[in-house]
């Protein structure tokens, strides 16, 4: 069924794209037709498949194929804007890396950017398209605290065995703070990074036996008033 969706015509993308009928000519549709290697499903089964409103998904089928057609103002989702190099549809982790990059001057944001990166390419196949997308970004935007706390887990779970190690952890510590450059302020201390692991395992990781699992985790977020203000913040983001 998901190969058959790629193969649609052109007008699903029509579909998706509202503006579409005013913004192309007849000779912009052949040249789409000859360059555009992969078409999302139908919005309809997009739909179905998310928690997103057919204008929603509109809106955001807009903003990934065309840079600076939509962003948004938190640092977890630059995503939303892909380069005009990108018109395919799909975007690979190279590409998705440089994206990233643009919001992260003052750092080296390369290592985050390729944790996020798979976390959203959940079939493994080294792309991420816009079913991909729009699927990881209704978990984090409409999902429940549970599905929202999942995702996250998964994010953090780098080899995903379905535990974080102290190591995982510390991997992804380091690339946060690599990714905030040298030149914060205050100065962030060598040493950091790993403090923040050990607080991390302290607090979540109940048995004590050096790995924190899924129910740890989710126990203990939701437990933490600070983390469940934080997931808020995503409800009104689109």
Same mark, same amino acid.
């Given at each position: 069924?998901?190969?058959?969706?790629?193969?649609?015509?052109?007008?699903?993308?029509?579909?998706?794209?509202?503006?579409?009928?005013?913004?192309?000519?007849?000779?912009?549709?052949?040249?789409?037709?000859?360059?555009?290697?992969?078409?999302?499903?139908?919005?309809?089964?997009?739909?179905?498949?998310?928690?997103?409103?057919?204008?929603?998904?509109?809106?955001? =089928?807009?903003?990934?194929?065309?840079?600076?057609?939509? %962003?948004?103002? %938190?640092?977890?989702?630059?995503?939303?804007?892909?380069?005009?190099?990108?018109?395919?549809?799909?975007?690979?982790?190279?590409?998705?890396?440089?994206? =990233?990059?643009?919001?992260?001057?003052?750092?080296?944001?390369?290592?985050?950017?390729?944790?996020?990166?798979?976390?959203?390419?959940?079939?493994?196949?080294?792309?991420? %398209?816009?079913?991909?997308?729009?699927?990881?970004?209704?978990?984090?935007?409409?999902?429940?605290?549970?599905?929202?706390?999942?995702?996250?887990?998964?994010?953090?779970?780098?080899?995903?065995?379905?535990? !974080?190690?102290?190591?995982?952890?510390?991997? !992804?510590?380091? %690339?946060?703070?690599?990714?905030?450059?040298? =030149?914060?302020?205050?100065?962030?201390?060598?040493?950091?990074?790993?403090?923040?692991?050990?607080?991390?395992?302290?607090?979540?990781?109940?048995?004590?036996?050096?790995?924190?699992? !899924?129910?740890?985790? !989710?126990?203990?977020?939701?437990?933490?008033?600070?983390?469940?203000?934080?997931?808020?913040?995503?409800?009104?983001?689109?």
């Amino acid at each position: 069924m998901r190969g058959q969706g790629r193969k649609e015509s052109l007008s699903d993308s029509r579909d998706l794209d509202g503006s579409y009928d005013q913004l192309t000519d007849s000779v912009e549709d052949e040249f789409e037709l000859s360059t555009v290697c992969h078409r999302p499903e139908g919005l309809e089964q997009l739909q179905e498949q998310t928690k997103f409103t057919r204008k929603e998904l509109q809106v955001l =089928y807009r903003g990934f194929k065309n840079p600076g057609v939509l %962003s948004l103002s %938190s640092v977890w989702f630059p995503s939303l804007r892909y380069p005009q190099e990108c018109p395919s549809g799909i975007v690979n982790e190279e590409n998705f890396k440089q994206i =990233y990059s643009q919001f992260f001057p003052q750092g080296d944001s390369s290592t985050y950017a390729t944790f996020l990166f798979n976390a959203f390419d959940t079939n493994h196949d080294g792309s991420v %398209s816009f079913e991909d997308f729009v699927a990881g970004l209704s978990v984090i935007l409409r999902g429940t605290t549970d599905d929202r706390l999942n995702w996250a887990f998964n994010l953090y779970d780098l080899n995903k065995d379905g535990c !974080i190690t102290k190591e995982e952890m510390l991997d !992804i510590m380091k %690339s946060i703070y690599d990714m905030m450059g040298k =030149y914060t302020y205050p100065a962030l201390r060598e040493e950091a990074p790993r403090e923040h692991v050990e607080s991390f395992f302290q607090k979540m990781d109940r048995n004590k036996d050096g790995v924190v699992t !899924i129910e740890e985790f !989710i126990e203990s977020c939701q437990k933490d008033e600070n983390i469940m203000r934080s997931m808020q913040l995503f409800d009104n983001v689109i």
